[in-house]
């Protein structure tokens, strides 16, 4: 199992920023890639941004392609969402999610491959 814990929401200005984190812990050494995916009030869960765990590559959302950065600090277990010129579309709750090696087949821009996920953290913008 792989818990995730994300922190770092809040309520920001348009035009301002915010950075998530998302901690793992537990059999870390199963992930494959982790991604951010945001859920507004009456909408889908969307997908944000993906990671891959080993590489380092990334995958954004066209939405917030050049505004949001998601990494990974060396060979730790935690990965940020840098979020910057932060726009009141982007108010959501934000889950930080998980993919195991052993998930077939594997995806990157949809929910279903990710085992595991955080609790959300709020992230409001306002106007």
């Known amino acids: 199992q792989v818990q995730l814990v994300e922190s770092g929401g809040g309520l920001v200005q348009a035009g301002g920023s915010l950075r998530l984190s998302c901690a793992a812990s537990?059999?870390?050494?199963?992930?494959?890639?982790m991604g951010w995916f945001r859920q507004a009030p009456g909408k889908e869960r969307e997908f944000v941004a993906n990671i891959n765990w080993s590489g380092g590559s990334t995958v954004y959302a066209d939405s917030v392609k050049g505004r949001f950065t998601i990494s990974r600090e060396g060979a730790g277990n935690t990965v940020y969402l840098q979020m910057n010129s932060l726009k009141p579309e982007d108010t959501a709750v934000y889950y930080c999610a998980a993919q195991d090696t052993r998930t077939s087949p594997r995806g990157t821009t949809y929910a279903r491959p990710y085992n595991y996920w955080g609790q959300g953290t709020q992230v409001t913008v306002s106007s």
């Open positions: 537990g059999f870390t050494s199963r992930i494959y890639s």
